[in-house]
């Protein structure tokens, strides 16, 4: 078998994510850059190529692999639109290469090679038949190799530049070794870059005492589109569970007047399909898309696969939720926190493929009503092969669909997670909090193999989470937390309103909000003009108008001599070359010297250049690859500088 008989080793080919199991990800446009081990036994030459292909496509497009030294190879290729691309290596001991390299080193060490001339026309005549445009210069070849009396000038063409140029475009392939085949998922921009927004459309009234509506919130996508938003982020919207409905605070007992948790989903109004009536109707529902998509915002949804007890699926599919001895489901439990109002789906049940169609039906039937976004509840406790097949089938016909893994857990599976599909995850941003935290935080998401498919969402805030470092009434936490969130990662969001207005009160010795907003409606200011505000503006105007901050994977940490300032620079490679400092102490006024990448500048050591922030619109000429700051974090936390090199 040929198979056998190959001679060439390709080995630590990157980038793959496991050995090709699961699919590297990309955004449209961009540039791959490909590295692979590729050796033979002895020392005749190796020739490989990249072969790569869209799934739309039939023929293969075939990219020479350039050799480096210690066997090394590096190429790249682009891939320029959405879904699923394959590509993989091959390589062979060229032997027309081979003999051209060799003839070569005989003709330098004075030997005679007429015999090796005539050797060579084997492999001018594989490429004649190949390439018909090089037909008259391959005859040329011929005739001068097989004629003794023009050795001189034969020599010369069998080892020039032209020869080889045909060779390389025309390979003289035998016995290939080819990789495994890699697969390569391609998304759209909005999955590198996004500014998330979060409020509860029933929050949004603008009469004190009144269930918010989706028209309360359209009329609040001015003030968040201002603000340089552009994806809309809403709590579950579907009829809330009248069982075992959860009071303020969490109770257990709730009144008449409690609205109850968003997350306890389906009454006798309906379930995953459904809108609250309180929120309005289907049709205002799209209405709202339809408006935050004219400001340039998307909405995202939020799929919780869990049912309140009185939702439809209870007594329609009673197989799909596990039953106890007494006749009851037991609640969702995440010790010491307990969901009375929620129940599980039970997915090693035998009716799972029937529930399978269900759920990816009601994304289906979502994505209809205009939805392009979903930020998945809790992924971490379903089936890992369930998400890898629903959203595989989503893709298939919907490749411009994202999905936000909201998975607080250990590292493995928010890994997996993103391994099996999911376009975002959020992330253990929220608990690094000083220097050292975020450094080796950030490190580790922009170099280990995991940024070839995990894709970090940082948020400071969630309605389940508040940090302990934003349980004080801190103006400088809170800006520096959200200008961190903003420009460590291309993707980042932040519980709005209550956000904004710095609502720091906690349950005592808790990460929660007290009175938090999961239980109740809220009365927010959202008309506050705090430097907060002015800021979040601005970054966001910042971020979208410097390339350098669409790209979570471009960061590089700068050495700076203070403990708490922790700098950063990132660049497009082109023109936007930004380098951001931020003093974590939220109380004193740290400084130190901060050393400048000017070799990812092109500046020499002496040369004189501007840094402007972006925010302060302060300007300084520096020198040098050592320059001095100073933040006081009662003015500006940060430096946002954009560097001038011209």
Known sequence: MDEMRNRVVIENVTPVVNGGDYAMKRIAGDLVKVTADIYTDGHDVVNAWIHI????????????????????????FKVPKQGKYEWYIEAWVDYALNWQHELGRKVKGGQYVNVELLDGIQYLDSVAAKDTKTKAFLKQCKTLFADATKYQEATEMAMSKQLKDIFLHHP????????????????REKAAFSAWYEFFPRSASFVSGEHGTFADAAQRLPYVAEMGFDVIYFP????????????????????????????????????????????????????????AKGMGMEVAMDFALQCAPDHPYVKLHPK????????????????????????????????????????????MYWIKQGITIFRVDNPHTKPFRFWEWLIAKVHEKHPDIIFLAEAFTRPKIMHMLAKIGFTHSYTYFTWRNNKAQLAEYMQELVTSPSRNYFRPNFWPNTPDILPYELQQPNEAAFITRFFLAATLSGNYGMYGPVYENMLYQAVPGKEEYLDSEKYEIARHIWDTRGKLKQVIKIVNHVRRNNPAFRDTFNLELCNIDNEHILGYFKSDGENSHILCLVNMDPYYTQSGWVQVPLEKLNLAAAESYTVSDLVSQVTYKWKGEWNFVELNPHGLPFHCFQILTA
């Not at 497009?61 to 090394?72: M, R, W």
């Not at 959860?246 to 009144?255: E, M, P």
Request: hydrophobic content about 35%; proline content about 8%.
């Open 53 to 76: 292909k869209h799934k739309s496509e039939k023929s293969w497009e075939k990219i020479p692999l350039v050799a480096l030294v210690n066997d090394a190879w590096i190429g790249g």
């Open 320 to 363: 799909w939720f596990k039953w106890r001895p007494d006749g009851t489901v037991q609640y969702a439990e995440n010790p010491p926190k307990k969901y009375q109002d929620i129940l599980p789906f039970y997915f090693e049940n035998e009716d799972w493929q029937n529930l399978w169609n269900e759920l990816l039906d009601v994304v």
């Open 172 to 187: 003289y392939q035998t016995f290939v070794t080819q990789s495994p085949l890699y697969p390569i998922w391609v998304d």
């Open 236 to 291: 579950p919207i579907h009829p809330i569970g009248e069982v075992n409905r959860k009071g303020k605070n969490n109770a257990t007992t709730a009144g008449a007047e409690d609205v109850g948790s968003p997350w306890a989903i389906g009454s006798k109004l309906g379930g995953h399909r459904d809108i609250n009536p309180a929120l309005g109707t289907l049709q205002d529902f799209k209405s709202f898309v339809k408006s």
